[in-house]
């Protein structure tokens, strides 16, 4: 069977080659655990080490990388600061409309323990008011968590001047980077960072935090008190290293991937001429093109076009049957949010693909609107 051409890199990416042969030695023949004191246990520990220094190359210096099983959970780690917040009297907690449910969701379940959650607007172009945030923010805030890039539409957040603000009151500030890391510049100044390794061409089953030295957390996992006690259980040493081996070549590749994907998005943009980008056009991702064709009936269009993986919207909210909380933000009708797809380019896709796509999408959708 032929496989569909995959533009949905804001889902999942492939394994890089190179870090699917850096994983097989520590799946096959390296399988001592890295919390055992004895030689084998060494050796993986000390390879865990250096896919830590991997990750902790693209992030801010004086800070630790503790691995988790996903971005989700490093997000839900990250939350757990704020306990201490409350201590101090802060009790709540600031997100952009747009996160991602990780984040959203994380936040309401704090509302369950006295928290309150307050959501902060974008505009049309899905990029969040800072007025809109001065006026939430004070001496009660605990946290506020904006993502760098934005999954669904592809816009980059002002995350240092979201970091600054927060300091400013005294909260702290958590920063899902997922859709980012290894391709755009995250600002030092925030306090922490969710990062996934399925998103950089890595292994799916593993995500990280990084904190800024000094910052407590307190246990999620109790257990064995691995990573630093506050996530106990045995790492993987293979997801490690694919993990480490993907941030190492998305750092050596960037200059050569972003050269190629904008190319990509700029011959895509050329192709669908005639369609709308939802979001910004200036402050985006270039490999994530969310698309409009007013009239169109996404989920036919998507059963006409099955040579094409792509997405009418979030993939992480596909299924549920609400629209995209994402471009409901950005003020489109429910209609508009329907006749919406997600394009997402990467690494690996070919000029050529983008190509095909655009003739299979195309024709469909004319043949739609007759
Ligand atoms: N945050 C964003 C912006 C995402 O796009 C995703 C995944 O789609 C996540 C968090 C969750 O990542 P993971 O799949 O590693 O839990």
Not at 110 to 119: H, L, R, T
Not at 128 to 135: D, G, H, M, N, R
Not at 212 to 222: D, K, Q, S, V, Y
Not at 226 to 238: D, F, H, I, M, N
């Amino acid at each position: 069977m032929k496989s569909p051409i995959y533009l949905d890199n804001q889902a999942t990416t492939p394994l890089a080659p190179e870090v699917f042969d850096a994983m097989v030695p520590w799946l096959k023949d390296h399988f001592g655990n890295p919390h055992s004191a004895h030689k084998l246990g060494r050796q993986t520990a000390a390879i865990i080490d250096v896919a830590r220094e991997q990750l902790a190359v693209l992030l801010p210096e004086q800070g630790n990388v503790i691995f988790t099983g996903s971005a989700t959970e490093a997000i839900n780690l990250g939350f757990g600061a704020i306990y201490q917040q409350l201590k101090r009297g802060r009790n709540e907690i600031i997100v952009l409309e747009t996160e991602h449910a990780a984040v959203r969701d994380t936040a309401k379940s704090y509302a369950k323990i006295g928290f309150e959650v307050a959501f902060v607007p974008v505009d049309s172009n899905g990029i969040v008011s800072l007025e809109a945030l001065k006026s939430l923010a004070s001496s009660k805030t605990a946290l506020i968590a904006a993502m760098l890039v934005n999954n669904e539409i592809g816009v980059i957040q002002p995350v240092e001047a979201i970091a600054e603000l927060a300091h400013l009151h005294g909260a702290l500030m958590l920063c899902d980077a997922v859709q980012g890391y290894g391709r755009v510049a995250i600002p030092d100044n925030v306090d922490m960072i969710a990062i996934s390794g399925h998103k950089i061409y890595g292994p799916k089953g593993i995500g990280a935090l990084w904190t800024r030295a000094g910052l407590e957390l307190p246990t999620l996992i109790h257990g064995g008190g691995q990573e630093k006690g506050v996530r106990s259980g045995t790492l993987s040493p293979a997801l490690c290293v694919g993990f480490g081996k993907a941030a190492e070549l998305c750092n050596s590749n960037l200059t050569k991937d972003m050269a190629h994907i904008e190319k990509l998005s700029d011959y895509a943009r050329e192709l669908f001429g005639d369609w709308l980008v939802n979001g910004a056009i200036d402050r985006r991702y270039p490999g994530n093109l969310n698309l409009r064709k007013n009239g169109l009936d996404v989920g036919r269009l998507m059963s006409d076009v099955r040579d094409v993986a792509f997405s009418a919207g979030s993939a992480c909210a596909s299924g549920s049957g609400r629209p995209s909380h994402v471009l409901t933000a950005l003020r489109l009708e429910p209609a508009e949010v329907r006749s919406s797809i997600r394009l997402g380019f990467g690494r690996y896709t070919t000029m050529d693909e983008i190509e095909q796509a655009a003739n299979m999408i195309n024709s469909a959708a004319k043949a739609q609107l007759l």
